[in-house]
């Protein structure tokens, strides 16, 4: 694609990255067969092919973005989904992410929505204050249809509400803990443990830190790691990321680490792009080298996880996330582990398609979160599984209360290797069936 940026717009580094990149579209469409948005909304601008034909116009002409380019630059779910598909290798995300914080820098939002992408950005990142969130948000989920009429703020709220769990999960504060291998040390690794996941599930940091322990290797999570940046940086808010990044950089490089572990795959993604976020601050070099450790769950454990118990005898509905799949490129190795580990591993048709999680995308756009939502639980049902599962907190979150359960796959590696059974798999169709089968 050919632009048309003056030498003095080429001078600031952002820019030469968003010419680079846009130069490399050659406006195939191939793009638009995947996107979830252009698929659900049938929109050419709401095609990536479409969005980067608004970016490259809003920044060519060096102008304020305007109410157009925010309502399809909004709808994206940055799933990368198009970057996979793309035959000419077009860095979509980092397009996106710089629109996202011209926006911020150059769009005045309607106050309702400025006052919640405010509350979101003061909260999520936050474990303490989400845990403090989510018990409020139970307590007014009842209520939740008298929420007045359809506007997008109402729509919103009760989007809100409905991501609040049934029953809050005992508190977990992983900052500053050290956690000894069972026996021989083979390794030492820091665990990101996440704030929306410790707030809503400390279960799946449990069963990994277990897991990792008993297969000889030793986690730390050093108190100065917090939020991995993810929920602002999608949110355009350049310079909050920016801090994150440093502030993680620093604490994993003062420890002596093989890896970084992330079982959310949504904050991998970012962290596996910190070198590029941090490519011209004085700590580039540190902030690549941790985005070179940070390795997926799935990853690292692919050559040393070792089950211990008898096959359960259940079908594990393997969901990509994905950031996962599209953001980091990992499909195989989460199967490859469930199947190891003894379950029968189905997958749903369109499985590249997005649940509508996408960090806070399923409150902020609820109605194509909704439809997203039910496709992809359509698509998993039809295949009769016993358990949904995935490898962020995001897509379970969003796909629970279906009647399946939904599970974080290292909880089903962890109890295949002598950890505790997932609680998920408490409802009575998998007891009855893991019963059955013998294994409980
Ligand atoms: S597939 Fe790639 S090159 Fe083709 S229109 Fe989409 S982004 Fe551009
Ligand atoms: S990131 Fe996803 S929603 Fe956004 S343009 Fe690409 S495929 Fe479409």
């Given at each position: 694609?050919q632009?048309?940026?003056?030498?003095?717009q080429?001078?600031?580094p952002?820019?030469a990255?968003a010419?680079?990149?846009?130069?490399?579209c050659v406006?195939c469409?191939?793009?638009t067969?995947?996107?979830?948005?252009?698929?659900?909304?049938?929109?050419?601008?709401?095609?990536?092919?479409?969005?980067?034909?608004?970016i490259?116009d809003?920044?060519e002409?060096?102008r304020p973005?305007?109410?157009e380019?925010?309502?399809?630059?909004?709808r994206?779910?940055?799933?990368?989904s198009?970057?996979?598909t793309?035959p000419?290798?077009?860095?979509?995300m980092?397009?996106?992410?710089?629109?996202?914080a011209?926006i911020?820098?150059t769009?005045?939002?309607p106050?309702?929505?400025?006052?919640l992408?405010e509350v979101?950005?003061?909260i999520?990142?936050?474990?303490?204050?989400?845990r403090?969130?989510?018990?409020?948000?139970?307590?007014?989920?009842?209520?939740?249809?008298?929420l007045?009429?359809?506007?997008?703020l109402?729509?919103r709220?009760r989007?809100?509400?409905?991501l609040?769990?049934?029953?809050?999960?005992?508190?977990q504060s992983?900052g500053?803990t050290?956690?000894?291998?069972v026996?021989?040390?083979k390794?030492?690794?820091a665990?990101?443990?996440?704030?929306?996941?410790?707030a809503?599930a400390?279960?799946?940091n449990t069963?990994t830190?277990?897991?990792l322990?008993?297969?000889?290797?030793?986690?730390?999570?050093?108190?100065?790691?917090g939020?991995?940046?993810?929920?602002?940086?999608?949110?355009g808010?350049?310079?909050?990321?920016?801090?994150a990044?440093r502030r993680?950089?620093?604490a994993?490089?003062a420890?002596k680490?093989?890896?970084?572990?992330v079982n959310t795959?949504?904050?991998g993604?970012v962290?596996?792009?910190?070198?590029?976020?941090l490519?011209?601050?004085?700590?580039?070099?540190?902030?690549?080298?941790?985005s070179?450790?940070?390795?997926?769950i799935?990853?690292?454990?692919?050559d040393?996880?070792a089950?211990?118990e008898?096959?359960?005898g259940i079908?594990v509905?393997?969901?990509?996330?994905?950031?996962?799949q599209?953001?980091?490129?990992i499909?195989?190795p989460?199967?490859?582990?469930?199947?190891?580990?003894?379950?029968?591993?189905?997958?749903?048709k369109d499985a590249?398609l997005c649940?509508?999680?996408?960090?806070?995308?399923?409150?902020?756009?609820?109605?194509i979160a909704?439809?997203?939502?039910r496709?992809?639980?359509?698509?998993l049902?039809?295949?009769?599984?016993d358990?949904?599962?995935?490898?962020?907190?995001?897509?379970?979150t969003q796909?629970?209360?279906?009647?399946i359960?939904?599970v974080h796959?290292?909880?089903?590696?962890?109890?295949m290797?002598g950890g505790a059974?997932?609680?998920?798999?408490?409802?009575?169709?998998?007891s009855?069936q893991?019963?059955?089968?013998g294994s409980i």
């Amino acid at each position: 694609m050919q632009t048309s940026f003056t030498e003095a717009q080429l001078a600031d580094p952002e820019i030469a990255v968003a010419n680079d990149i846009l130069r490399t579209c050659v406006h195939c469409g191939f793009c638009t067969a995947t996107c979830p948005t252009f698929v659900t909304l049938g929109d050419e601008l709401d095609s990536p092919r479409g969005r980067i034909y608004l970016i490259k116009d809003m920044l060519e002409n060096n102008r304020p973005a305007g109410a157009e380019e925010v309502l399809h630059i909004d709808r994206c779910l940055s799933c990368l989904s198009c970057m996979t598909t793309c035959p000419s290798g077009v860095n979509y995300m980092h397009l996106v992410d710089h629109a996202r914080a011209h926006i911020e820098n150059t769009y005045k939002r309607p106050p309702a929505d400025r006052f919640l992408r405010e509350v979101l950005a003061r909260i999520l990142p936050y474990p303490k204050r989400m845990r403090a969130a989510l018990s409020l948000a139970r307590l007014g989920k009842p209520f939740a249809f008298l929420l007045p009429g359809q506007t997008i703020l109402a729509k919103r709220m009760r989007a809100m509400l409905s991501l609040a769990p049934a029953k809050m999960p005992p508190a977990q504060s992983l900052g500053g803990t050290v956690h000894k291998a069972v026996g021989e040390t083979k390794g030492r690794v820091a665990l990101l443990a996440g704030c929306a996941q410790q707030a809503i599930a400390p279960s799946i940091n449990t069963a990994t830190i277990s897991l990792l322990n008993r297969l000889g290797i030793e986690v730390v999570i050093p108190p100065a790691a917090g939020c991995c940046g993810a929920l602002v940086h999608h949110m355009g808010r350049h310079e909050e990321a920016l801090a994150a990044a440093r502030r993680n950089v620093a604490a994993w490089s003062a420890e002596k680490l093989d890896a970084i572990i992330v079982n959310t795959s949504g904050c991998g993604t970012v962290l596996k792009d910190y070198g590029f976020l941090l490519r011209n601050d004085p700590m580039a070099a540190q902030a690549a080298a941790i985005s070179r450790k940070t390795k997926d769950i799935s990853e690292y454990l692919l050559d040393i996880y070792a089950p211990t118990e008898a096959a359960p005898g259940i079908t594990v509905a393997y969901h990509a996330a994905c950031s996962l799949q599209h953001g980091q490129q990992i499909s195989a190795p989460p199967k490859l582990l469930l199947r190891k580990a003894g379950f029968a591993v189905v997958e749903p048709k369109d499985a590249h398609l997005c649940c509508g999680s996408a960090g806070t995308y399923n409150i902020m756009q609820p109605e194509i979160a909704a439809v997203l939502r039910r496709r992809k639980l359509d698509t998993l049902k039809a295949k009769s599984p016993d358990v949904i599962a995935a490898g962020n907190i995001g897509c379970l979150t969003q796909l629970a209360g279906d009647g399946i359960p939904t599970v974080h796959m290292v909880e089903l590696l962890d109890w295949m290797a002598g950890g505790a059974k997932p609680a998920a798999l408490q409802s009575s169709v998998v007891s009855r069936q893991l019963s059955e089968a013998g294994s409980i």
